[in-house]
């Protein structure tokens, strides 16, 4: 099987003078039929002059200064541009080629000239003063040698290809530095949020200790007068004058509650030790989530199972089952208002081999100026009295802990997923040749 013929270097003779170009033409290209006659001369008597292909260039003509100028741009456009232009200096009545020449670099910066003049129009100095001094330039006195035509447009388009390939070496170059860089900062925002995080689970430990004790203490004793209310507000008449009584011992009771789930909260997050690893069946967790979650996931919200196959992971069931309990409600608080509501569960296998864990919602989505404190503790979009703001620190902490990873996507008004990342237990993974396939949005 021959080997594609290679695209063919792309010259512009620029000059008013028509015979100029057909002298350029019978210079830099094969006669048609000729590489044929060569190639069948070769076979039939092995002379093995077959002549190359190399030397043979796509010309184009123009016949002014400014129509060379709108043919760099057009080829530029194309993404087929110009290698080499031979230029004629003199073209009345329009610009020169000098100022063609100035005015084509700024189309197109690459491009190698050839300045051909039969006069000494402008001096050395002058076109350094005008051009300045560039490697694209040469200077090509009429009449010129075929050979030397011949030489000078081989060697400056292979220069011009070597300068493109060095153009796309740095932009390659460029790109991986902006990547690496990008992947460094967001390595290091994680590492300072964990810094942050285990900062404030330290702190967070020994304050909830310290609230945890006299707290209990206040919730024993409201709950001890409140039962003795009751048994001392037993006539219709004590309870009407003792209403009031015991309405603010209710609300004493229901604060010293919330901020013992607060505690309670605290406590989790500041739990520093590493949990209990073993193989866990993902697929049984999330639907134990699910089921504790079905109060929460009223009437006309649509669960949705994407289900793939997927080995055990090396985690904590209880762990997880807190970390996708917490998710899914999320997600039913974020379908308020909707009217389609619908959830959709989702397992599969990452193409790193680590398996991917979704919960997404079509509801009100997270704003932009949000995104980025979601797993900060305190933090919480939620009304005052709906949460404490813990909820996804925890799940954070507790995933990390497990050596995996969790992420969210957003779009605003449209919904938002929450993706977990978990290694597979030790011998479970599954062949590394199977493809990978995406969660349904």
Known sequence: MSSPTPERRRILVV???PAIHQDFRKILTVPEGLDELEAMESVLFGSGRVRSRALDFELDSAMSGEESVRRVKAAVEEGRPYAVIFMDIRMPPGIDGVE??????????????????????????????????????LILRKPFDNIEVRQMAHSLCEK?????????RMDDLERAVEERTRALAEANMRLMRAQKLEALGRMSAGLAHEVNNPLSYVLSNLRHVQMGLEKLLCTQE?????????????????????????????????????????????REVVEHAVSLAGTTLRPGIRVVRDFQEIPRVLGNDVGLGQVFLNLIVNA??????????????????????????????????????????????????????????????????IVTRLGGDITVDTVSGQG?????????????????DAPERKLSA
């Open 332 to 397: 039913a608080h974020a379908l308020e208002g909707r009217s389609e509501p619908c959830i959709r569960l989702g397992l599969a296998r990452c193409a790193d081999g680590r398996v991917a864990v979704e919960v997404q919602d079509n509801g009100c989505g997270i704003s932009p100026e949000h995104l980025g404190r979601l797993f900060e503790p305190f933090f919480t979009t939620k009304p005052v009295g709906m949460g404490t703001g813990l909820g996804l620190s925890i799940c954070h902490g």
């Open 100 to 137: 063609a020449t100035l005015r084509l670099w700024r189309e197109d910066a690459d491009v190698q000239v050839v300045l051909c003049s039969a006069y000494s129009d402008y001096s050395w100095d002058e076109l350094s003063r005008k051009l300045g001094s560039s490697e694209r330039l």
């Open 160 to 168: 011009w290809e070597l300068l493109r390939q060095s153009h796309r």
């Open 15 to 17: 000059d008013d003078n």
């Open 238 to 282: 004590a309870q009407r004058e003792g209403e009031d009584l015991r309405e603010a011992c209710r609300d004493a009771v229901f604060g010293a509650e919330r901020i013992a789930r607060i505690v309670q909260d605290v406590r989790l997050f500041a739990r520093l030790d590493e949990p209990a690893k073993e193989p866990v069946d993902v």
């Open 416 to 432: 938002t997923t929450f993706r977990v990342l978990l290694t597979p237990a030790s011998g479970e993974a599954l062949e590394p």
